[in-house]
């Protein structure tokens, strides 16, 4: 049996996005992913070939989804279902302050 916090311990590096692996198994895997003002670089987008199912657990961010005029905002609390091949990517997350994520990653 495993068992953890997914607040504590948070990342000390804070130049880099972290990205922990909790839970995989075939075709499922669930992460811990914390950002500290990282976006997707310019000009790139995700065009994964499975679901991802995320929730905003701490902080802010903003998603652009390819065929969405306006930037999907985030905030704790928030999620949603990325179906695969919907072209994402990550516009921004909060810079102050630790943007803590699960992914869900199906398929």
């Known amino acids: 049996m495993e068992s953890g916090n997914l607040f ?5 590096e804070r130049g880099r996005e972290s990205v ?7 075709g499922v895997r669930l ?7 990282q976006a997707t670089p310019a000009g790139q987008w995700y065009d994964q070939p499975h679901d991802e199912w995320v929730i905003l657990l701490a902080g802010r961010a903003e998603l652009s989804i390819e065929g969405e005029r306006e ?11 990325l179906p695969a ?4 990517r990550v516009a921004a997350t ?14």
């Open 8 to 12: 504590a311990p948070l990342p000390a």
């Open 20 to 26: 922990e692996a909790l839970l995989s198994r075939p």
């Open 31 to 37: 992460e811990r992913i914390v950002s500290f003002g």
């Open 71 to 81: 930037r999907r905002v985030l905030d704790p609390g928030d999620f949603l279902l």
């Open 85 to 88: 091949h919907l072209r994402h």
């Open 94 to 107: 909060a810079g102050g302050e630790a943007t803590v994520w699960l992914a869900l990653h199906l398929g």
